[in-house]
């Protein structure tokens, strides 16, 4: 089993920066994707961006310029960086990995996509 646990989160005001984290961990082979999502009250969760093993990444266009998401492998965590942070980015932030379990002799197994457990995010104006 793989296990996310998020932290960071809070409230802010309009301009201001807030940083998330995430690590998961468990029995893990490798980590394919970590992303951040989020979802607003009244909306479907979205992504906010992504990134892979390799360190390529995507935004939604939202988002662009003004957060960062980046990763440290040896740890499997995760950090969303969001700057200049205004009243739409209020929402629940979720993070995910996507990857493959260590199965026995330390092998690859079965894959595995793991949510954290969710952070609020409030900007106020």
């Known amino acids: 089993q793989v296990q996310v646990v998020q932290s960071g989160g809070g409230l802010v005001q309009a301009g201001g920066s807030l940083r998330l984290s995430c690590v998961a961990s468990?029995?893990?082979?490798?980590?394919?994707?970590m992303g951040w999502y989020r979802q607003a009250p009244g909306k479907q969760r979205e992504l906010v961006a992504q990134?892979?093993?390799?360190?390529?990444?995507n935004y939604a266009d939202s988002v662009k310029g003004r957060f960062t998401i980046s990763r440290d492998n040896a740890k499997n965590t995760g950090y969303l960086q969001m700057n200049s942070l205004k009243p739409e980015d209020t929402a629940v932030y979720y993070c995910?990995?996507?990857?493959?379990?260590?199965?026995?002799?330390?092998?690859?197994?079965?894959?595995?996509?793991?949510w954290g457990q969710g952070t609020q995010v409030t900007v106020s104006s």
């Open positions: 468990g029995s893990i082979f490798s980590i394919n994707a």
């Open positions: 990134i892979t093993s390799g360190g390529s990444t």
């Open positions: 995910n990995a996507e990857g493959r379990k260590r199965g026995s002799s330390s092998l690859p197994s079965s894959n595995f996509i793991s």
